[in-house]
């Protein structure tokens, strides 16, 4: 069965960076995109962009260029968000979500979440 | 960007009843890529519907969307208690991806 696995909760300091990893299994991995949404506290859902795992090209929300990262290890299956110059805004969890097999697909299946804290 | 405004903020009604959601685009969704998921306290969102009115694998009938252009509605016809969530469109047709602000459906 599709599964994405995340890494676990995370708490920064301002102006640091995060890695939030995201493991895909149980189907090819190579062959769907995937998305990074996150969540403020009591907020909606945040798209900030989406990678495909075969070559690794990204499309980033206009908001988060500059300071997102996302890389593919198709050794893995693993997919990571780098977040940089982390503000007390960035606090949120952070979603990984499998696509489809083109970019303008709904995502249909979703990682547990990851919280970041950023707390001086 | 397309900006998605869903109406009501909060709804709340009663077991057995038909619940209808609206979500209102900024401008024409390509290619009716219109989705609509569901979310739970302290859990990921769950596709429920995409393509505007495609139920996705295991969403029972009582789930449906509908629309075209601007104007969608996403309708749960007899309502359970389980069916108590937020709901929230999203367009995935043109970049960024973007959500509504989404709904929240109370069961009395």
């Known amino acids: 069965q599709v599964q994405l696995a995340q890494s676990g909760a995370e708490v920064k300091k301002p102006g640091a960076s995060v890695r939030v990893s995201c493991k895909a299994s149980?189907?090819?991995?190579?062959?769907?995109?995937i998305h990074w949404v996150r969540q403020g506290p009591g907020q909606g859902l945040e798209w900030m962009g989406v990678?495909?795992?075969?070559?690794?090209?990204?499309d980033l929300a206009q908001s988060f260029r500059g300071r997102v990262t996302m890389i593919s290890d198709t050794s893995t299956g693993t997919v990571y968000m780098d977040l940089s110059g982390l503000t007390f805004e960035d606090t949120a969890v952070y979603f990984c979500?499998?696509?489809?097999?083109?970019?303008?697909?709904?995502?249909?299946?979703w990682g547990q979440g990851t919280l970041v804290t950023v707390s001086s | 960007e397309i900006v998605l405004t869903q109406s009501p903020g909060t709804l709340s009604l009663s077991p057995g009843e038909r619940a209808t959601l609206s979500c209102r685009a900024s401008?024409?969704?390509?290619?009716?890529?219109l989705a609509w998921y569901q979310q739970k306290p302290g859990q990921a969102p769950r596709l429920l519907i995409y393509?505007?009115?495609t139920r996705a694998t295991g969403i029972p009938d009582r789930f449906s969307g509908g629309g075209s252009g601007t104007d969608f509605t996403f309708i749960i016809s007899r309502l359970e208690p389980e069916d108590s969530a937020v709901y929230y469109c999203?367009?995935?047709?043109?970049?960024?991806?973007?959500f509504g602000q989404g709904t929240k459906l109370e069961i009395k």
């Open positions: 979500a499998r696509g489809g097999q083109w970019i303008q697909s709904p995502v249909d299946y």
């Open positions: 149980g189907y090819m991995f190579v062959s769907y995109y």
């Open positions: 990678i495909n795992p075969s070559g690794g090209s990204t």
């Open positions: 401008q024409n969704i390509h290619s009716n890529y």
């Open positions: 393509g505007v009115s």
């Open positions: 999203e367009q995935y047709g043109q970049s960024p991806n973007t």
